[in-house]
């Protein structure tokens, strides 16, 4: 026996995407859930601490700042792989949810007027905040922006977003199943029709049938050894998808490396410390940034620092540890006021994992994976291409405003004003005559059959691989071959290891027995797929012969526009060893032309053939 549930629109994911998009249905009278592995506050974007980005120009250092000069930084910044139109939407719209989540409750730090000193660059500055901007909403610096424009909670924005937007979505009805986890969608070939539903308490299956479906369940980091991301950060919204055969997963090999990742935890500390002021410093105690890129130094865009701290260790100018070479991130002249109040968590952080003071101590940091740029393929609705009634929303979707380089701050702002157009776009779709539609028990029953052959054969088939040895090799993998810099030996092998990892997965075998609360099992049903996911970063880099944003060839250094400006479709054909590859053009119009982003260097092929070398 097993439980049904209808609903209008189901959400996969309780985070900032799903939650937004729930609020949307549920104040338009439609019933909305949301799925969620964990509670709903303890979803990843509670851990985003720096801020969001949008073009409000309130402050000092953002003053002319408009939604033109946000389009640009984003444009440049996703190396002309983003969809401009969906850019362009985004930017317009940022302003308007920062507003919303002010009057919803969010305590975003605000402008106090008079002077002030900051720190560009570990050199000290002053600035005049205007008494008639005091009490308005301010920004701090971030990478690859022209103004300072990312609003923020010290450094607790995610959590303070979060908790505001479930308060709101529990004040508007919107369900939340948490401890429940979608492994499977329920469909006909055309129309998405709900999921396959496993209870993480009981164990048991659940039927959710949903007029429309949206996967907002977040990133795939943990498909690398060394992430930013959370445990539950596994991609299993993605690979549900790429499992229909039909749904095509967008430029997977876009995976952003974030520069400072603290050795050896992996636990993120925030792009603010670089946009407060603070440098990074070789083995020497020496800033090196500036030599390499002298316009923007360590507020480049977060795929150049990445490759140039690499850059640096590779000439053996980085740190020796145990844990291997690292730089140092110094934040120590900011001061104790600074960084005891709007980078508190970063202290604490510090403190706790470390054993460092930043008061007064550098931190060790290095790249570390961080954000999935790729996802599940949309329109600029948010229709999943491939489904009807199918919907993805935040990091899980290819929406495609962040190309192959999404700018610091940009993700959490997506995830809200997605989470508005897209909830949007989910009433229209159910008010425009597509609620109805023909749903046949035995169409979800063929699902939930093929689900359960899977646990059984897992719990009683007596395989004989062990999960966490297959996880850390594609992990290890994953590092190795698909990393900051890649080519076509480091991938080929990486491809041919992932193959070998995918087809042991067939024979995975459990040590424990238990059916219920059962994490050991609950790996095993996602390893498979993020293999998958993992073949299409691996293979869809193998393919992509050039560098764009965070995609590094150093056997193919120029970022060729003639050729690739591109975005790759990824689908999984049942029973295929690798997944198929298609690609359309990186955007349907061009507001800003392919150009020279003006920081990283490198060449460029352009379209009309010429190759020319670039700042
Ligand atoms: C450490 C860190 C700091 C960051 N800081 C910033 C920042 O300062 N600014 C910025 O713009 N961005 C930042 N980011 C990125 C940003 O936080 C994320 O991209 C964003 O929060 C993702 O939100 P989401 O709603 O798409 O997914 P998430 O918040 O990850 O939520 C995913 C939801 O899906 C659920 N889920 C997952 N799989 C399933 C399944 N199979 N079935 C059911 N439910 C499922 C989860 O339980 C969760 O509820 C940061 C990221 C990290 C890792």
Known sequence: MYDIIHTDVLCIGAGLAGERVA????????????????????????????????????????????????????????????????????????????????YWGVPWNRIVAGKDDYFQGGKKFSKTEKRENAGLITARNFGGTAKWRTCYTSDGTGHAVLFTMDNRAMHKGVEVHDRTEAIALIHDGERCKGAIVRCLRTGKLLVYLAKATVIAAGGFGRIYRESTNAVICEGGGQSIALDTGLVPLGNMEAVQFHPTGVVPSNILVTEGCRGDGGTLLDRNMERFMPAYEPAKAELASRDVVSRRMTEHMRKGLGVPSDYGDHLWLDIRHLGEHHISTKLRE??????????????????????????????????????????????????????????????????????????????GKVVEFLRGGN???????????????????????????????????????????????????????????????????????????????????????????????????????????????????????????????????????????????????DYEAASRVFEIPPGDRGYGGGKIISADDKETQHA
């Not at 290819?398 to 999404?406: A, K």
């Open 346 to 423: 970063v202290q604490e952080i510090c403190n706790n994992f470390l054993g460092v003071d930043p008061i007064t101590q550098p931190i060790p940091v290095r790249p570390t994976q961080h954000y999935s740029m790729g996802g599940i393929r949309t329109d600029k609705d948010g229709a999943a291409y491939g489904l009807s009634g199918l919907f993805a929303a935040g990091e899980a979707a290819c929406w495609d405003m962040h190309g192959f380089n999404r700018l610091g701050g940009n993700s959490l702002s997506e995830t809200v004003v997605a989470g508005k157009i897209v909830g």
């Open 435 to 581: 609620a109805d539609y023909a749903f046949s028990m035995a169409e979800a029953e063929g699902f939930l059959a093929t689900q359960q052959a899977r646990i059984d054969q897992l719990v009683k088939g007596g395989g004989r691989e062990n999960i966490y040895e297959l996880r850390r090799m594609m992990q290890d993998t994953m590092m190795e071959g698909v990393g900051i810099f890649r080519n076509e030996e480091g991938l080929s092998n990486a491809v041919k290891k992932l193959q070998e990892i995918h087809a042991r997965t067939a024979n995975i075998g459990l040590r424990s027995d238990g059916i219920g609360a059962n994490d050991e099992l609950r790996l095993a049903l996602n390893l498979p797929g993020m293999v998958r996911l993992a073949l299409c970063v691996a293979y869809g880099a193998l393919e992509r012969r050039e560098s764009r944003g965070s995609h590094a060839r150093e056997d193919y250094p120029a970022r060729n526009d003639r050729d690739w400006l591109v975005r790759t479709l990824a689908t999984w054909k049942s029973d295929s060893a690798l997944p198929t590859l």
């Open 23 to 102: 609020i949307e249905a549920a104040e338009a009278g439609f019933r909305a859930i949301c799925l969620s592995i964990v509670p709903a506050r303890r979803s990843h974007s509670a851990a985003a601490q720096g801020g969001m980005q949008a073009a409000l120009g309130n402050c000092a250092m953002g003053e002319g700042d408009c939604p033109d000069v946000h389009f640009a930084d984003t444009v440049k910044g996703s190396d002309w792989g983003c969809d401009q139109e969906v850019a362009r939407l985004f930017c317009e719209t940022a302003p308007i949810v920062m507003r919303e989540l002010a």
